[in-house]
């Protein structure tokens, strides 16, 4: 699983990496309702996550960042993955 948590930079005007922040990636399996946290990773430098995980059944995968005292949280959209 991979991704990039990225925030506005007021400075610049453009998005940029959040380095060191926790994002939780979860997942839901196919007819649930509600999504579990499956593990925690930590951005690099350039605030890219990237993790293995081994999918046992079909549902759909998401970050979810918490946010900061500076910068809101965030949930990204769902990916969903079928078993074959």
């Known amino acids: 699983m991979t991704g990039t948590l990225t925030r ?3 400075t610049t005007n453009v ?7 926790r994002v ?4 839901k ?3 649930a309702s509600t999504y579990s946290t499956v593990k925690t990773v930590t951005t690099d430098s350039t605030g890219k996550l ?3 995980v081994t999918a046992n059944s079909a549902g759909t995968w998401r970050w979810k960042f918490a946010g900061t005292s500076t910068t809101s949280a965030a949930t990204a959209t769902g990916d969903s993955a079928a078993l074959k």
């Not at 998005?15 to 922040?21: E, H, L, P, T």
């Not at 939780?24 to 997942?27: E, G």
């Open 24 to 27: 939780a990636l979860q997942f």
């Open 50 to 52: 990237k993790t293995t």
């Open 29 to 31: 399996k196919s007819g």
């Open 8 to 10: 506005a930079n007021w």
């Open 15 to 21: 998005y940029a990496g959040y380095s060191a922040q």
